[in-house]
């Protein structure tokens, strides 16, 4: 049974940081791309954050350059290290596993940027 299990969040204020963690189980972890999303009310889904290895790594243009994602296949986790927060990062933050045509994703966990 795959499950994806995200920590981290909570409330911060504008220009803070927090770390988000996703610790996978049930999966061979360091086969699968690992991702974070996230949706802000009203708003589709989006991708924030990809990684495949640490030599590869991706992340959408609004956060490059705060947004740090990471792995540790020895731990089975996924990181995402968000540092000068804007109120507009205010959103559920999910974690996403895929490998091929499989995927699966976590619960989620929200996160707040307001003073």
């Known amino acids: 049974q795959v499950q994806l299990v995200e920590s981290g969040g909570g409330l911060v204020q504008p220009g803070g940081s927090l770390r988000l963690s996703c610790r996978a189980s049930?999966?061979?972890?360091?086969?699968?791309?690992m991702g974070w999303y996230r949706q802000a009310p009203g708003k589709q889904r989006e991708v924030v954050a990809a990684?495949?290895?640490?030599?590869?790594?991706d992340y959408t243009d609004s956060v490059r350059g705060r947004f740090t994602i990471s792995r540790d296949n020895a731990k089975n986790t996924v990181y995402l290290q968000m540092n000068s927060l804007k109120p507009e990062d205010t959103a559920i933050y999910y974690c996403?596993?895929?490998?091929?045509?499989?995927?699966?994703w976590g619960q989620g966990t929200q996160v707040t940027v307001s003073s």
């Open positions: 990684i495949y290895s640490e030599f590869s790594t």
């Open positions: 049930g999966v061979i972890f360091s086969d699968y791309l």
């Open positions: 996403r596993a895929q490998y091929a045509a499989r995927a699966f």
